[in-house]
């Protein structure tokens, strides 16, 4: 039964295509505005504002990708952004002067990956970075000289630091080290010339890391799961190795938190329960959240501006229009609108989110996201089960192209943070472990079928979608329960537990434990992995599947798809099957993203009865079927 709705369609053009204006940052003396933006060929790059000027002009060139992360030193007038090559996530560091728009490699190390480790008011001439160019299983930290572009060895790892942590002088003084036995361990020097000292252990079920140190280097801030259920903040004395919970919730870990950028006191802290929720610690910033909060409506978000904390960042995600970012000063307590992420959004005819909750099978209380398409009838709607990535991850309320887009074609969306995802506890994330293809699937079939006891969803109409671990998410689906989908679109997931983890990319070598106690050990749980596994199942398909495959994905390997598909191939199964030259772990470039959503759509239209707008010849594209 198709979809019918005087709503109007949104184009995939407006939902997937490149944003006007992201990710507002300002430079540390509060002269320039940064941003990035589509240049003329609508290719993502750095774009500078002078502030109190007209006129922001371009700063890089990026031929195609696009730039997506970029950050301000504290050497003035300089910027640095990270880019890889078609998606192959070997970032490199890109040093921009401001002034004269030269660009240059800092980080030109050939199959290397580059990561900040940090940037200090103190040195502003260095950074520290993690880069695994001695070999390609860790990363070593190095201190690089912006002027002369120099990289020195600053600490070795020794093969199972996953993190690095730096004081106020820059100074690498605590790490969070990976444990035989899938834990984790935080290590600290008292002083920078000191051996590394074990100072919290956290076993195999504990969550935690070190954030950062005080001003004067005397105390760590850590996040820690130990003795609670969630992950909270705890200060620790680094002469006595006292702890002081500094800010805590029972049931959700900490998110986030807002430092001063000189004094690196805390000031606030959030916690993301349905929505972003803020506490503020500081009596001296009480007053600018409460006339931030006043700004707009939705969830704020709040970064530092310059050096100086005259000046701050805000932005407020709303789930039915774009992100609109605001300078805030905090003298006069005013926030002046900077813009918004997609102004073509506004007015359109985009669809609420409601947080929801249900009972899984075995008692667990599971929260998720319910989209419903406007101007329809709540009732027998056809449904799109969509299943987030990690696994060890979360959904967000907000706007989301792609939920948007699924319910303006009349598609309920349903939204579920199964067990394993992150963001509720110990017990909650643990309750994940050894249950890939179980019980975190039965919660998607549980959520599924709350959706159609609602009365939401037609049982007949139901598809399953999902990237990375939603990907597997959705192979599972159509072999362990062949029966309850209509139809399945896989991107980038894996087929087979056991070849995902013999081709992780290297710089995973430390995660290896944990990959173990969460789903199983490659060659003591063979027959347990394939148990999980839906390439051996290809016999059970009998539903249609899409899938769409980026063919330099470092994480899930073009193998992982190639072989499923060769397989369902051999036994006579319906799948259609897109590769992406030019993509990794999920689609960046707008061409490829509307070429993919475009087949998506008419799959989706032909298997569920929903509406789909006109295929067109999208230019540039990389996609081929296989």
């Known amino acids: 039964m198709p979809v019918e709705t005087t709503t109007p369609l949104i184009s ?9 204006k992201i990710s507002p940052q ?3 003396d509060g002269r320039y505005l940064a941003y990035i933006a589509p240049d003329a060929k609508n290719v993502l790059q750095v774009w500078l504002r002078v502030i109190g000027r007209d006129g922001d002009h371009v700063l890089t060139k990026d031929p195609k990708r696009g730039i997506r992360s970029y950050f301000w030193t504290y050497e003035p007038d300089k910027l640095i952004f990270a880019q890889d090559t078609d998606g192959d996530e070997n970032y490199h560091l890109h040093l921009v002067d401001v002034t004269t728009r030269v660009t240059k490699d800092i980080t030109p190390f050939a199959g290397a990956r580059a990561q900040v480790i940090a940037v200090e008011p103190k040195v502003p001439f260095q950074i520290l970075a993690g880069i695994n160019k001695t070999d390609p299983r860790k990363h070593d930290v190095y201190r690089i000289n912006l002027q002369t572009g120099e990289a020195a060895l600053e600490a070795e790892n020794p093969g199972n630091v996953l993190g690095w942590t730096t004081d106020a002088d820059m100074h690498v003084r605590a790490a969070l080290a990976a444990t035989p036995d899938g834990g984790h361990e935080i290590w600290l020097k008292n002083k920078p010339e000191d051996p590394w000292k074990t100072v919290q252990v956290l076993g195999p079920d504990e969550q935690g890391a070190p954030v950062d140190f005080s001003e004067d280097g005397q105390t760590l801030n850590m996040i820690s799961s130990v003795n609670a259920n969630a992950q909270r903040l705890v200060a620790m004395d680094v002469e006595t190795g ?21 004094t690196r006191k805390i000031q606030a802290v959030s916690f993301y329960k349905d ?3 803020w506490k503020v610690l500081d009596p001296e910033v009480a007053a600018d959240f409460e006339a931030l909060a006043k700004v707009k409506n939705g969830e704020l978000h709040v970064s530092r501006g310059d050096l100086k904390d005259r000046t701050w960042l805000a932005s407020y995600i709303v789930d039915d229009g774009p ?4 300078l805030y000063d905090r003298a006069s307590k005013k926030a002046t609108f900077l813009f918004s992420q997609r102004p073509v959004l506004e007015g359109l005819p985009l669809a609420t989110v409601k947080p ?20 329809l009838s709540s009732h027998g709607l056809p449904s799109v089960l969509l299943v987030h990535g990690g696994p060890w991850a979360r959904d967000h309320w907000g706007y989301y192209p792609l939920v948007q887009w699924l319910a303006n074609r009349g598609y309920a969306v349903l939204q579920v943070n199964y067990r394993g995802s992150t963001g509720y506890g110990k017990k909650f994330l643990n309750a994940g472990n050894r249950e890939w293809a179980g019980k975190m699937h039965d919660d998607l079939i549980d959520g599924a079928t709350w959706l159609s006891l609602q009365g939401i969803s037609d049982p007949r109409r139901v598809a399953i979608m999902g990237g990375s671990y939603g990907g597997y998410a959705t192979l599972v689906g159509l072999t362990f329960t062949p029966n309850f989908f209509a139809c399945g679109v896989d991107i980038v997931g894996p087929s087979n537990i056991i070849t995902l983890i013999k081709t992780i990319p290297p710089y995973w070598a430390p995660m290896l434990a944990t990959f173990a106690r969460r789903l199983g050990v490659v060659d003591k749980d063979e027959e347990f992995m394939k148990s999980r596994s839906p390439f051996y199942f290809v016999n059970r398909i009998v539903k249609p599947l899409l899938i769409g495959q980026g ?11 190639d072989q499923i598909v060769e397989e369902m191939r051999k036994n006579n199964k319906p799948v259609e099957y897109v590769v992406y030259a030019d993509e990794g772990h999920g689609f960046a470039r707008p061409e490829n993203r509307m070429h993919f959503y475009s087949r998506v759509e008419q799959f989706f239209a032909k298997y569920l009865g929903g509406r789909a707008e006109p295929a067109t010849d999208i230019q540039g594209h990389s996609g ?3």
């Open 624 to 626: 081929q079927d296989r």
């Open 12 to 20: 995939r053009e407006i939902l997937f295509g490149n944003p006007e």
């Open 242 to 262: 006292k702890e002081t919970v500094i800010a805590e919730d029972p049931e959700y870990d900490l998110s986030g938190a807002f430092v001063h950028p000189i």
């Open 26 to 28: 300002l430079s540390p």
């Open 323 to 326: 992100v609109t970012y605001y």
């Open 275 to 277: 929505k972003l929720t």
């Open 356 to 375: 929801i909750s249900y009972t899984s099978r075995d008692g667990l209380t599971l929260h998720g996201y319910l989209t419903l398409p406007r101007d």
């Open 551 to 561: 063919a330099n994905d470092p994480r899930v390997k073009q193998s992982e798809s």
